[in-house]
Antibody, heavy 123, light 110 residues
Framework: QVQLVESGGGVVQPGRSLRLSCAAS????????MRWVRQAPGKGLEWVAI????????NYAGSVKGRFTVSRDNSKDTLYLQMNSLSAEDTAVYYC????????????????WGQGTMVTVSS | QSALTQPASVSGSPGQSITISCTGT?????????VSWYQQHPGKAPKLMIF???NRPSGVSDRFSGSKSGNTASLTISGLQAEDEADYYC??????????FGTGTKVTVL
């Protein structure tokens, strides 16, 4: 079945780096753009980043631009989020999500979600 | 890059209808018909409920409906059921390959 599984979360000190992964299965990963969304404890959803199906285009929320980098390896069906210069404000559950498609929803929808991985930035 | 504005909470009795608003600007909701809605139960990942303003994915109950007028989108849940108690988020495309989510609404079934 269609599935996204995030990993790589944990506790990290302020100023340090962390790389998250999102393993995809059950669909043709290379055919879809992918997104990262985060949710701070007790707070709402925040769009973080997007990458096109082939990795040629990316964009970021202003709160992470210049610190986070989204990438993908279509040969490994895996999405990544490299997070640098982390601060307490980056503490959140990080979800990867797949865009929809005209057959099921919309290119502009977040159709498939992973279960999330928790990142805690603390000294 | 401020979030879309939603009421913090909405409540209703079983069987009633409720509506959640989502207010943005002409740069997001008002400029594109790419509003979607997500349901999130505690400790769970969000689930797509409505896409492109008013369309339901397969498997989503027809008790959920969406609409848009100007810079405000709305989600209506009719025939409210206990299982509908959850947090709901709107989202809109904002152009230039960017997105924005709403502040979220907690729905309580009385």
């Amino acid at each position: 079945q269609v599935q996204l599984v995030e990993s790589g979360g944990g506790v990290v000190q302020p100023g340090r780096s962390l790389r998250l992964s999102c393993a995809a299965s059950g669909f043709t990963f290379s055919g879809y753009s992918m997104r990262w969304v985060r949710q701070a404890p007790g707070k709402g959803l925040e769009w973080v980043a997007i990458i096109s199906y082939d990795g040629s285009n990316q964009n970021y929320a202003g709160s992470v631009k210049g610190r986070f980098t989204v990438s993908r390896d279509n040969s490994k069906d895996t999405l990544y989020l490299q997070m640098n210069s982390l601060s307490a404000e980056d503490t959140a559950v990080y979800y990867c999500a797949r865009e929809g498609s005209p057959g099921s929803s919309s290119w502009y929808a977040f159709e498939i979600w992973g279960q999330g991985t928790m990142v805690t930035v603390s000294s | 890059q401020s979030a879309l504005t939603q009421p913090a909470s909405v409540s209703g009795s079983p069987g009633q209808s409720i509506t959640i608003s989502c207010t943005g600007t002409s740069s997001d909701i008002g400029g594109y018909n790419y509003v979607s809605w997500y349901q999130q139960h505690p400790g769970k990942a969000p689930k797509l409920m409505i896409f492109d303003v008013s369309n339901r994915p397969s498997g989503v109950s027809d008790r959920f409906s969406g609409s848009k007028s100007g810079n405000t989108a709305s989600l209506t849940i009719s025939g409210l059921q206990a299982e509908d108690e959850a947090d709901y988020y709107c989202s809109s495309y904002r152009g230039s390959y960017t997105y924005v989510f709403g502040t979220g609404t907690k729905v309580t079934v009385l």
